[in-house]
């Protein structure tokens, strides 16, 4: 066999397998993104990015195969769906549809950018699951970055310790103890770029980091992979607002500063002078 | 000597053949219509009735009838369960569980969709992944899971819940929240889990599971748990939920097929196919003793069918385009459909 013959034996492997994976694309041609992966939707983690609906096509993420689909209306038995077409794709994922109306003629086998159906009457939902970790994992990760996107800006911080509870401010000063670090406004411009990681530093040190990259199931329910398992109570309190919580603070001065982290890879600082006495 | 053996012999063949080849009885099944209702409000649909009520479910409305199969209570919402003895309907500040005659059994704080299944009362949220099983009795929450996958399957007998997802496991919980089987059948290319019963007792539960090939499973419980104790492929390739049901006294699983249904003796495990136009959408056992109803939707038609003990066809009709399901009252099937109920009665003659 001559060395031409066996790198294109070894290359058309590769190249088939890229071909079938098909290139990945937003499934919904806004790209504006009502709600992004794990926010507080409710009382639990929002599972994957959350569009508008406005009777738009929806289209196929990846090259896929479907293997679900639940109607609008559910016939009698069955489990209520809202509209669901799932696909699953080569490389171990799935994707889902939810809210969708699907297009009658839907095939077995789509490709990337194929069109499913339209979004139906209310925010229609995309996820990913990664069949293999049995997780469901941040979309945002897995689709081509939105490099046009401003960065991401930091809400109103608040230190809360008991009943005590104080906007954030530089040269403040704070009793020593173990305090409540409430960050509002985490997700809820939907013009800027998406917060992926949300992380706390303490006199330089890293004292708490948030990453929103991926949901799985345990006995005790659903928990947010940071990469320490966290129910959703840990993360929210119930208005919706990140928390740090049991972030001690001893007697000195120093610098707490806060770093998110976006979807194209950007960090943002917040940073405050405290004297904690 | 031979003469014995020849007689036993003639015996046996006599006994045989009339086994095989019935002898006709002489009685013949008479059915009468009996009543059709429009499923709209009226004024004398509400208010307090005594007696039995017979819950009826279409669509976006649902409602409980008297013995006359006349409504005395009609609801109209996109999120209802039904039951011979509650109704629970959601709206937007949570969910009302009602007696049939109106009466507030409790108020539920949670706008998930409401699921009835043998008396059971579930509540499930898909966009959270959060099952919920309800007392219908008090509306306390007996227990609450959290799955990552949709759910495919939902089934509940005996204080016994069968769940399925769609990633391929199957899960029994009882009351007490205690997972008494966790169960992934595995065995096809994409594992899912697209069908699933539980029998009357709660110890069988019968599943479609799968695509590449798609799969028919029968898992029974035994002394140490449940084990599986048949299975084959379908032949099929359903990306969507399967009909799947036991009937007759739980000695037999029917499943839809491509253009048929499936029909596993649980003696013998022995598969045959039962003709039936299109998708499996409904089915009734004993209208008349021994029988069998099957609804079949196809395109723009639906049938209904009924078969004898032997699975002989009584009778064969097409019924309205808007058919939803049918019920059994008494010696009566309850035809339903988007406007109208439909009551038809059996007699034996």
Redesign the interface.
């Known amino acids: 066999m001559t060395v031409s013959r066996r790198i294109s034996f070894m290359i058309i492997p590769l190249i088939l397998f890229s071909t079938d994976a098909g290139a990945r694309e937003w499934p919904d041609e806004s790209s504006i993104v009502q709600e992004p992966f794990g926010a507080a939707q409710g009382d639990h983690f929002s599972r994957g990015l959350s569009f508008r609906s406005e009777g738009q096509r929806i289209s196929a993420w990846s090259n896929g195969e479907v293997i679900w689909i639940a109607e609008t209306e559910n016939p009698p038995g069955t489990v209520p769906g809202e509209g669901l077409v799932v696909l699953e794709h080569s490389d171990g994922f799935r994707s889902s549809y939810r809210g969708i109306e699907r297009r009658p003629d839907l095939k077995d086998r789509v490709s990337g950018g194929e069109w499913l159906g339209y979004a139906g009457n209310n925010a229609w939902v995309f996820e990913i699951t990664d069949v293999e970790r049995s997780r469901i994992v941040d979309p945002i990760s897995l689709l081509p970055t939105r490099k046009d996107m401003s960065s991401v800006s930091i809400g109103q911080v608040e230190m809360m310790r008991g009943s005590n509870r104080l906007n954030i401010s530089d040269g403040m000063e704070l009793k020593p103890g173990r305090w409540i670090v409430i960050i509002n406004d985490v997700f809820s411009d939907n013009s800027r770029a998406i917060p992926v990681e949300i992380s706390l530093f303490w006199v330089g040190e890293r004292i708490g980091s948030l990453r929103f990259d991926a949901i799985a199931e345990t006995d005790e329910g659903i928990v947010m992979e940071i990469p320490d398992p966290r129910s959703y109570e840990f993360i929210y309190n119930s208005n919706g607002q990140v928390l740090f919580r049991d972030v001690l603070l001893n007697t000195g001065k120093g610098t707490l500063e806060l770093r998110m982290r976006d979807e194209t890879g950007r960090v943002i600082t917040s940073s405050w002078s405290l004297s904690v006495r | 000597m031979k003469q014995r053996g020849v007689f036993i012999i003639g015996l046996i063949l006599i006994s045989v053949y009339y086994f095989l080849f019935p002898r006709g009885s002489g009685k013949e099944l008479i059915l009468t219509p009996d009543s059709l209702t429009s499923l709209e409000p009226t004024e004398s649909a509400t208010g307090l009735s005594p007696g039995r009520t017979l819950a009826i479910?279409s669509?976006n409305r649902a409602g409980f009838v008297n013995d006359n199969h006349e409504f005395i209570n009609l609801y109209t919402s996109d999120?209802m369960a039904i039951d011979d003895l509650w109704i629970a309907v959601s709206g937007d500040d949570g969910l009302d569980l009602l007696e049939p005659d109106g009466r507030l059994i409790a108020r539920i704080p949670d706008s998930s969709?409401p699921?009835s299944r043998n008396g059971n009362l579930y509540l499930?949220r898909?966009?959270?992944?959060?099952l919920s099983k309800i007392d219908p009795v008090s509306g306390r929450i007996m227990w609450r899971m959290?799955?990552?996958?949709?759910?495919?399957?939902?089934d509940g007998r005996q204080g016994r819940t069968l769940i399925g997802l769609?990633?391929g496991r199957v899960q029994l919980i009882d009351d007490s929240r205690e997972v008494l089987l966790d169960y992934r059948p595995g065995g096809s290319r994409?594992e899912?889990i697209y069908g699933g019963a539980l029998s009357s007792d709660g110890s069988k539960i019968a599943l479609i599971t799968g695509?590449d090939p798609q799969r028919f499973i029968l898992l029974e419980e035994r002394k140490n748990g449940f084990r599986p104790v048949a299975h084959h492929n379908t032949s099929t390739?359903f990306?969507?939920?399967v009909?799947i049901c036991f009937v007759r006294d739980d000695s037999q699983i029917l499943y839809e097929s491509d253009g048929y249904v499936t029909a596993v003796n649980l003696n013998g495990y022995e598969i045959q196919p039962m003709e039936l136009s299109g998708r499996l959408?409904?089915w009734l056992d004993n209208v008349i003793t021994e029988t069998l109803m099957l609804l079949g939707r196809k395109d723009g038609e639906v049938m209904v069918k009924m078969l004898s003990r032997h699975d002989l066809t009584l009778f064969e009709h097409s019924l309205p385009i808007d058919t939803?399901?049918m019920l059994r009252d008494r010696n009566y099937a309850i035809i339903i459909s988007n406007d109208n109920l439909g009551v038809l009665e059996f007699t034996v003659q």
């Open positions: 479910s669509g999120r969709f699921v499930y898909n966009d959270a992944g959060v959290e799955y990552i996958s949709p759910v495919t399957v939902l769609l990633d994409v899912a695509l390739d990306r969507r939920s009909s959408i409904g939803t399901g």
